[in-house]
């Protein structure tokens, strides 16, 4: 076992004293600490709840604290803002966003999605609140299939902002869709080649892939799921090894779950990067989380308006999952 050098033993007293002077923080304000499988290893270790984009939604829902901290991405805490706005929401970094939020202009969308006056429209929650002002749904990776599944037959469907997840929840409930041309840069980052090299390395080992990636590579998944579900499967399952197609960051929740097994993250195209990991994600640390804490900012801010119309298809999701 390699033996830390100094300046790693001094970073990691760093981060537990700074961990430490959070949680007394923590305690001081009445806050709470919701963070995504995707953030760095030290704050999901600090997190009061920690897991997917539906997990973290519903227990937005259910906070009894004054604050909010928010470990994730922009639209993350803005979701938690909607769905419980009489709460103060901090996030970290407000310059956290994400690349499919992004993809999914708000004017753009009301005009694509005015040529279907009859669909009905299930946004991705990784979308801006003003694209769940426009929608009837919203579902996450974890119950989109049950989501698609809860509209009539007849009904036509728009699906946004992702188009990769898209085209795999048609396939899987046979339901023709309308997809808008977005997606995440993270998860279309993956190599098809690079993965096949590695899976003749490594012949023993189970491929599994979140359906935000590209088709070609979903095709080659021995298992297909949302975050929460790619966690839950190398629990349960009987391989020892796996080769990851997802944000680097879970990798640190599967290893402590399952310390005997081995995690090999997917490679991208990228040649200066062995695996994908968003950048946004990364925006948060520590420091930037005391900070918001102590200074209760950046604070999200919402329109009243937005809120209420966008509560809409939010709670529809939570009541149907």
Same mark, same amino acid.
């Given at each position: ?71 994730? !991405? +922009? ?5 938690? @803002? #909607?769905?419980?706005?009489? $709460? %103060? ?6 310059? *956290? ?88 840069? !993270? +998860? ?5 080649? @690079? #993965?096949?090299?590695?899976? $003749? %390395? ?6 599994? *892939? ?112």
């Amino acid at each position: 076992m390699a033996i830390p050098n100094q300046f790693e033993q001094k970073k990691s007293k760093q981060s537990l004293e700074l961990s430490n002077q959070i949680q007394e923080l923590k305690k001081k304000k009445n806050a709470v600490i919701l963070a995504h499988y995707y953030q760095d290893d030290s704050i999901q270790e600090i997190a009061d709840f920690l897991g997917d984009s539906l997990y973290l939604a519903q227990q937005a829902a259910r906070v009894k604290e004054d604050i909010i901290v928010f470990a994730g !991405v +922009h639209f993350m805490a803005e979701t938690a @803002k #909607i769905i419980n706005p009489e $709460k %103060k929401v901090l996030l970290p970094d407000l310059k *956290a966003g994400c690349s499919l939020a992004d993809s999914c202009s708000p004017n753009d969308f009301a005009i694509f999605k005015a040529k279907y006056p009859d669909a009905v429209v299930v946004s991705y929650i990784n979308c801006s609140a003003e694209i769940k002002t426009l929608s009837d749904l919203v579902c996450t990776s974890t119950n989109a299939k049950k989501i698609i599944e809860s509209i009539p037959l007849k009904k036509e469907i728009i699906f946004a902002p992702d188009k990769n997840l898209g085209a795999y929840l048609s396939k899987e409930t046979g339901r023709k869709m309308i997809l808008w041309e977005g997606s995440c840069v !993270v +998860h279309e980052a993956f190599s098809f080649d @690079k #993965i096949l090299d590695l899976i $003749k %390395k490594y012949p023993n080992a189970k491929f599994i *892939a979140h359906p935000e990636s590209k088709s070609t590579i979903l095709e080659i998944a021995n298992f297909i799921g949302s975050t929460s579900a790619l966690l839950n499967f190398v629990q349960n399952d009987n391989a020892s090894q796996y080769i990851v197609a997802t944000e680097v960051g879970i990798l640190h929740q599967m290893q402590k779950y399952c310390p005997e097994k081995i995690f090999i993250p997917a490679p991208i195209d990228d040649d200066t990067c062995a695996c994908s990991e968003c950048a946004y994600m990364k925006m948060n640390t520590l420091e930037k989380l005391y900070n918001c804490l102590a200074f209760e900012k950046p604070e999200i801010k919402m329109n009243t308006d937005i809120i209420n119309a966008a509560q809409i298809p939010i709670k529809r999701m939570i009541e149907l999952s």
